[in-house]
């Protein structure tokens, strides 16, 4: 076998192992589980898991819904989900205007609203639109659409069932 062949294999198989299925049963298992959920603790925010410290202290990341500014990266004691520290570098080292915008007491309340749910990723838009990715720290991959609204990235998802929209993929 040439280096040219073990190098096209061997990419098809990266490329193969990459590739995700939908899986189905747990998308549905998440519509299930957060179909009347409210979610109206989280209003204009985007709460998603990072990890843990080396403490196994959790790590989050806290920001604003759009994401015009950085997040805050708050440190939550995982026992009593109480929050133990709150970094700002990236948002003071940004490059955009962005001053402090939450408070430590706001960033404990989204923190603990947020690990009330058993998601990776959860934003709430100012209608009350909600985003989640319940198994990766990836961008959100389901959409739980509110009556009425027109989110800005709908056209990013296509209908599934209900009120729930799953992101396209490419």
Same mark, same amino acid.
């Given at each position: 076998?040439?280096?040219?062949?073990?190098?096209?294999?061997?990419?098809?198989?990266?490329?193969?192992?990459?590739?995700?299925?939908?899986?189905?049963?747990?998308?549905?298992?998440?519509? #299930?589980?957060?179909?009347?959920?409210?979610?109206?603790?989280?209003?204009?925010?985007?709460?998603?898991?990072?990890?843990? &410290?080396?403490?196994?202290? %959790?790590?989050?990341?806290?920001?604003?819904?759009?994401?015009?500014?950085?997040?805050?990266?708050?440190?939550?004691?995982?026992?009593?989900?109480?929050?133990?520290?709150?970094?700002?570098?990236? @948002?003071?080292?940004?490059?955009?205007?962005?001053?402090?915008?939450?408070?430590?007491?706001?960033?404990?309340?989204?923190?603990?609203?947020?690990?009330?749910? &058993?998601?990776?990723? @959860?934003?709430? &838009?100012?209608?009350?639109?909600?985003?989640?990715?319940?198994?990766?720290?990836?961008?959100?991959?389901?959409?739980? #659409?509110?009556?009425?609204?027109?989110?800005? &990235?709908?056209?990013?998802?296509?209908?599934?069932?209900?009120?729930?929209? %799953?992101?396209?993929?490419?």
């Amino acid at each position: 076998m040439t280096v040219r062949k073990i190098a096209f294999a061997a990419a098809g198989l990266l490329l193969w192992s990459c590739h995700k299925e939908t899986d189905f049963t747990q998308i549905d298992a998440a519509i #299930k589980k957060y179909d009347t959920v409210d979610f109206s603790a989280l209003k204009n925010t985007y709460v998603g898991y990072r990890g843990r &410290d080396e403490t196994a202290n %959790l790590m989050l990341m806290v920001a604003k819904f759009d994401l015009s500014c950085p997040a805050y990266i708050a440190t939550v004691y995982p026992k009593t989900k109480e929050l133990t520290a709150v970094d700002e570098h990236l @948002i003071k080292e940004s490059d955009k205007d962005c001053q402090p915008y939450f408070t430590k007491q706001q960033i404990a309340q989204y923190s603990k609203a947020f690990l009330k749910y &058993d998601a990776k990723v @959860i934003g709430v &838009d100012a209608s009350g639109n909600v985003y989640i990715n319940p198994a990766a720290q990836d961008a959100p991959n389901l959409l739980r #659409k509110v009556d009425g609204s027109t989110p800005k &990235d709908l056209a990013d998802f296509k209908k599934y069932k209900g009120n729930w929209y %799953l992101r396209k993929t490419e």
